[in-house]
T-cell receptor, first 110, second 109 residues
Framework: DGGITQSPKYLFRKEGQNVTLSCEQN?????MYWYRQDPGQGLRLIYY???????QKGDIAEGYSVSREKKESFPLTVTSAQKNPTAFYLC?????????FGDGTRLSIL | GQQVMQIPQYQHVQEGEDFTTYCNSS?????IQWYKQRPGGHPVFLIQ?????EVKKQKRLTFQFGEAKKNSSLHITATQTTDVGTYFC?????????FGTGTRLKVLA
């Protein structure tokens, strides 16, 4: 079955460390997105990509970076510049008619 | 930038009561999507509305797109405990989806 796979499910970051969250899709979707969700809050857009080798900043891109070298993959790096990274991170893709989300990665600070 | 407001933020209902959440935009929308997120889970796509005044039904759920395509609603008839979760609307902005703040529904048995 087609879908989106996010890994790891849980991730812990040390002070000053960069960590990378993986997102892979086999839905053949062009568009992919990264959202951040804080407890009891809505989804805020970090980065999005409409096509390979191109991506755009969302509303809260500071302290994050992405790449889109392959259609299937859209990894998100949480850099040490992100001072409050503890959150639930959701990757999504869209083929136009529907949006599909991965199961998410919960990131915490050690 | 484009914003999507969703009300209410929280709603507690007794099982069997009806529930409605509203999504409002300051700009005309090309389409709107609705998602449900169970506690601890990820958003799951429910439906997409495209046409002005469109109404779609999924069993006890009724989705409506306003005539001016600036607002939408989700109505659940006779809620059940399985309806618990947060309901989000998502509007298509410029090359990206913008999510509403969500309505968290609790159903009391």
């Amino acid at each position: 079955d087609g879908g989106i796979t996010q890994s790891p499910k849980y991730l812990f970051r040390k002070e000053g460390q960069n960590v990378t969250l993986s997102c892979e899709q086999n839905l053949n979707h062009d568009a992919m997105y990264w959202y951040r969700q804080d407890p009891g809050q809505g989804l805020r857009l970090i980065y999005y990509s409409q096509i390979v080798n191109d991506f755009q900043k969302g509303d809260i891109a500071e302290g994050y970076s992405v790449s889109r070298e392959k259609k299937e993959s859209f990894p998100l790096t949480v850099t040490s510049a992100q001072k409050n990274p503890t959150a639930f991170y959701l990757c999504a893709s869209s083929g136009g008619e529907t949006g599909h989300f991965g199961d998410g990665t919960r990131l915490s600070i050690l | 930038g484009q914003q999507v407001m969703q009300i209410p933020q929280y709603q507690h209902v007794q099982e069997g009561e009806d529930f409605t959440t509203y999504c409002n935009s300051s700009t005309t929308l090309s389409n709107i999507q609705w998602y449900k997120q169970r506690p601890g889970g990820h958003p799951v796509f429910l439906i997409q509305l495209v046409k002005s005044g469109e109404v779609k039904k999924q069993k006890r759920l009724t989705f409506q797109f306003g005539e001016a395509k600036k607002n939408s609603s989700l109505h659940i008839t006779a809620t059940q405990t399985t309806d618990v979760g947060t309901y989000f609307c998502a509007a298509w902005g410029t090359y990206k989806y913008i999510f509403g703040t969500g309505t968290r529904l609790k159903v009391l048995a």
